[in-house]
């Protein structure tokens, strides 16, 4: 069975930084594409920032330059920095994996991580 727990969530205040990290069991992630989702408050779930197997990366535009998402295969892990937080990155943040080595939207996510609040105060 397939399990993935976030961790590394909590109250910040606007500009802090946070490391969020995604612990996968039950198989390696390597060959999967993994993502980050967040769903705020009364708002749907959005794509955040997505990684492929062979490491290429693509973010929302709402977190380019200020969130990097990063992989070890190794420690079958996913981590997702957060630099210069903002009131509006409030929101619970979900890691997912897709079977496949590339990522190509929510839909095809095959597992789903139970999520971390993440609080940014102004």
């Known amino acids: 069975q397939v399990q993935l727990v976030e961790s590394g969530g909590g109250l910040v205040q606007a500009g802090d930084s946070l490391r969020l990290s995604c612990a996968a069991s039950g198989r390696t992630i390597s060959g999967c594409a993994m993502a980050w989702f967040r769903q705020a408050p009364g708002k749907e779930r959005e794509f955040v920032a997505a990684?492929?197997?062979?490491?290429?990366?693509n973010y929302a535009d709402s977190v380019k330059g200020r969130f990097t998402i990063s992989r070890d295969n190794a420690k079958n892990t996913v981590d997702l920095q957060m630099n210069s937080l903002k009131p509006e990155d409030t929101a619970v943040y979900y890691c997912?994996?897709?079977?496949?080595?590339?990522?190509?939207?929510?839909?095809?996510?095959?597992?789903w991580g139970e999520g971390t609040l993440v609080t940014v105060s102004s």
């Open positions: 990684i492929n197997s062979n490491g290429v990366t």
């Open positions: 997912a994996l897709d079977r496949s080595s590339r990522y190509s939207g929510s839909r095809f996510m095959d597992y």
